[in-house]
């Protein structure tokens, strides 16, 4: 593949990035604006109660959690991306301003958060965490635990499965030892059994990326039918002919096995299922716009990270003054949950673009350099 058409490529494949990491960091925030809990009676009566209920329930308890795997599965895709065991040394030293650093900056910040709301009446009312035991002990353990900032367990589990990255690396190399863990991993997870630390289903969407990436580029990045790949013209008009169909059927099949895992989960109760569900989405959606031209992301799409980070306090306290002085209608409800996300990318924007401008070192501190 010549230069001009590898530097394409690569623009394309972060642009995707891009547009996947900004459309997880979104269905994180849709989570943590549900709040039928706090407008509605549960369960609901009426109509209107029954749908409003129902759309937030699509949202944040169907699609919502598949976000952080969609989460590990890019992280690793990325990191695994283009790699060699030489390489990984590297890219672990490079995480430690990208990923450790971002993490304990921002549990300290929410640690400092909740104990300064705990001394603010009004902040106090808000607050879910009103004694906040301020000493040298406690700041490290919520520091280093998230105590106060629950979405970042994603960020946790990730440093520790980075820790370990040589070692997933020496097995997926192989491609047949590699299938034999990942089954091994989802044994274990149905088989309910555990590691130190380390969340099994967290290895399993990590372990399953860092394979397609070490050995299946070509199909995920769908780089098979680009000039410079040594195909035949012939063979690359065949394959561009039947290259929606098949994208297609990769989206059909992904969506009959996302429904019938989900039933795993509402019916069967499964473990496993559950797991296999939330892996199947993301992988699908890629599927479906693999090999696609997508518009450029926007610009306010660039600030998924500090959206993730942000938005947890700001979607909490808005549905909180929201209950506190708006009537608890199925309509006020609803109007105030499309809102929350909506603030929150503005915010998150905004902020970014007013820290990068004014305070670049802090920004890039807490963003980790990107």
């Known amino acids: 593949m010549d230069k001009e058409n590898a530097n394409l490529s690569e623009k394309q494949f972060r642009n995707k990035v891009c547009f996947a990491a900004f459309f997880f960091s979104l269905m994180v925030v849709m989570i943590h604006s549900y709040n039928a809990d706090m407008f509605l009676n549960l ?6 109660e029954r749908t409003v209920w129902a759309f937030e329930h699509v949202l944040a308890d169907v699609l919502g959690p598949v976000a952080v795997p969609g989460f590990f599965m890019i992280s690793a895709y990325q990191f695994y991306r283009n790699c060699t065991f030489r390489d990984i040394a590297p890219k672990m030293e490079r995480r430690i301003r ?3 650093i971002p993490y304990l900056l921002w549990n300290f910040f929410y640690y400092a958060g909740y104990a300064l709301a ?11 965490k009103t004694a906040v035991e301020l000493s040298i002990p406690s700041m490290a353990a919520a ?22 990255s040589p070692l997933i690396y020496l097995v997926l190399k192989h491609k047949l030892v590699g299938l ?33 990436a070490i050995h299946g580029s070509w199909l995920v990045e769908e780089t098979w039918n680009r000039e410079g790949t040594g ?10 002919h039947w290259e929606p169909w098949l994208r297609l059927l990769a989206a059909a099949v992904g969506l009959g096995l996302a429904v019938y895992f989900y039933q795993g989960i509402t019916v069967r109760h499964s473990v496993l299922e559950t797991v296999l569900y939330r892996f199947t989405v993301p992988v699908t959606l890629w599927a479906a716009v693999s090999g ?13 990270f500090f959206l993730y980070a942000i938005h947890f306090i700001l979607a909490r306290g808005m549905n909180k003054i929201a209950a506190m002085v708006l009537p608890r209608t199925a ?30 070192p802090f920004w890039r501190l807490i963003n980790g350099g990107r």
């Not at 705990?118 to 879910?128: M, Q, R, Y």
């Not at 006020?332 to 902020?351: D, E, F, H, R």
Request: hydrophobic share 50%; charged share 20%; aromatic share 14%.
């Open 331 to 360: 309509v006020t409800a609803l109007l105030v949950y499309l809102a929350i996300p909506a603030v929150c990318v503005v915010v998150s924007w905004k902020a970014g673009e007013f820290l990068k401008k004014h305070a670049g």
């Open 292 to 304: 696609t031209r997508i518009p450029e992301a926007r610009e306010w799409m660039k600030y998924g």
């Open 231 to 240: 195909r035949r013209i012939e063979d690359r008009e065949r394959i561009k």
């Open 118 to 128: 705990g001394k603010l009446p009004f902040l106090a009312g808000l607050s879910d």
């Open 180 to 212: 034999a863990a990942i089954f091994l991993e989802l044994y274990c997870i149905r088989e309910q059994i555990s590691l130190p630390i380390i969340n099994m289903d967290a290895l399993f969407y990590y372990s399953a990326a860092a394979y397609g």
């Open 98 to 100: 990208t990923v450790l």
């Open 143 to 164: 520091v280093l635990h998230f105590t106060y900032n629950p979405v970042f367990w994603y960020m946790y589990q990730l440093i520790f499965l980075i820790a370990i």
């Open 43 to 48: 369960p609901a009566s009426s109509l209107g």
